[in-house]
Nanobody
Framework: VQLQASGGGLVQVGGPLRLSCLAS????????IGWFRQAPGKEREGVSC????????YYLHSVKGRFTVSTDNANNMVYLQMISLKPEDTAVYFC??????????????????????WGQGTQVTVSS
């Protein structure tokens, strides 16, 4: 199982950015996948997650209405479309996945040990 995140960069406040995560080595359809982030000096937090089996999604309260998670099952891709970016969105963003996670999308995104497969991070910096 491999996850490769990309698309990070430097963006101005209010700007958009789209992160991509390429998944390989597993059947994409029956996984729960999520985007997590970690800012300097802060704990890692779940930003947005999607259950690829039933379409359930979760969004961190502070990103609701600004971030959208989506999947392209044909190409094993997961995207995080971000708009109206704020300086507090600055962090390293990771994609992570778990096979047939049984405990709900909220727990997958919130419990720190839920995903067992992690990709490398991609840096997002929002400048003011």
């Amino acid at each position: 199982v491999q996850l490769q995140a990309s698309g990070g960069g430097l963006v101005q406040v209010g700007g958009p950015l789209r992160l991509s995560c390429l998944a390989s080595g597993f059947t994409f359809d029956d996984y729960v996948i999520g985007w997590f982030r970690q800012a300097p000096g802060k704990e890692r937090e779940g930003v947005s997650c999607i259950n690829n089996m039933n379409g359930d999604t979760y969004y961190l309260h502070s990103v609701k209405g600004r971030f959208t998670v989506s999947t392209d099952n044909a190409n094993n891709m997961v995207y995080l479309q971000m708009i109206s970016l704020k300086p507090e969105d600055t962090a390293v963003y990771f994609c992570a996945a778990e096979h047939r996670y049984p405990s709900g999308i909220y727990n997958f995104c919130v419990l720190p040990a839920a995903p067992s497969h992690w990709g490398q991070g991609t840096q997002v910096t929002v400048s003011s």
